[in-house]
């Protein structure tokens, strides 16, 4: 699975802590196996975000993603909980 960073996600991830990308990074590598790994709580999302899916990263923080085609996924967003808004 390859991924694509959006220039948002990007700049939001240079914004976490250290510790923070470090966990990330490890869930990114479950995802790239497994998109609906249990451990990643997966979930279609719906309102203005209808069509993309997100995933945690630990209780608090979430990655916000869409499938481009079979092999290709766009990583669009990555924070808290308001990235939802």
Not at 49 to 71: E, H, M, P, Q, T
């Amino acid at each position: 699975m390859d991924i694509d960073y959006s220039l948002e996600f990007v700049r939001r991830f240079k914004k976490l802590s250290h510790r923070l990308k470090i966990k990330a990074v490890e869930k990114e590598k479950f995802f790239r196996k497994d998109q609906f790994d249990a451990s990643l709580q997966t979930h279609k999302l719906s309102g203005k975000l209808a069509g993309r899916y997100a995933f945690g990263i630990d209780f608090k923080n979430r990655i916000i993603f869409s499938f481009v085609n079979s092999k290709l996924v766009r990583f669009h967003s990555v924070g808290s909980h308001d990235i939802y808004k």
